[in-house]
């Protein structure tokens, strides 16, 4: 199945079933669903995200419970910003009031209260993708505009990632796939994290 088909599939399924959330319609977007607190709250329990100090981030509204543990958690977020347009933001917990954490996990408090950052400046220990479906083997979809892939790019050409640093993404387990086709610049998914479980693509 070819790649905006399988989009449009995950898309149509989500709306259909009740499990897309606000912003709607999904189409076309990194999709928020029901359960994203949960699936976040199991990527706390992976090692990898115990041990990190620095997790990236990307900006949609399914991995805003991720920012918000990460900085609960005491970990500085790094956060792309939508398409790219401002580059990176850098949230350091310890310059945020414990009670402005969830408004400044949001884009418009990411941008009030966090700091323009290189990307050669920072170690990135975890990458958390959005994704629109994933598959077993580790593929992933995004909306089609590539800039995950970018985002991942630009930090590894740059030295902000660490040789053991893993890739993961949240979905719903719908948007868990059985194959998703490659293109040689795709970035893979190390774990996938649902609300039901954790899988480990080996």
Request: some cysteine; proline content about 7%.
């Amino acid at each position: 199945m070819a790649k905006e088909d399988i989009r449009m599939k995950v898309w149509r399924l989500m709306e259909e079933r009740g499990i897309a959330t606000f912003p709607r319609p999904v189409f076309h977007r990194i999709p928020n669903f029901v359960g994203a607190e949960k699936a976040a709250q199991n990527l706390r329990e992976l090692p990898e995200y115990k041990m990190a100090k620095v997790i990236f981030c990307n900006p949609d509204s399914p991995q805003k419970p991720v920012r918000e543990a990460a900085l609960n958690d005491d970990k500085i977020v790094v956060m792309a910003t939508p398409r790219l347009r401002k580059g990176f933001l850098l949230l350091d917990p310890n310059t945020i009031p414990p009670n402005n954490i969830s408004r400044v996990s949001t884009i418009r408090g990411a941008f009030k209260h966090g700091d323009s950052v290189e990307p050669s400046t920072v170690k990135v220990d975890l990458f958390v993708a959005g994704s629109v479906a994933v598959s077993l083997d580790g593929g992933r979809l995004g909306k089609g505009t590539g800039y995950s892939d970018q985002e991942y790019a630009i930090l590894e050409n740059s030295g902000g990632l660490n040789p053991e640093t893993l890739v993961v993404t949240t979905v719903h387990d719908v948007q868990v796939v059985e194959k998703i086709p490659r293109e040689e610049w795709d970035v893979s998914v190390d774990v996938l994290v649902t609300p039901t479980r954790v899988i480990r693509v080996t």
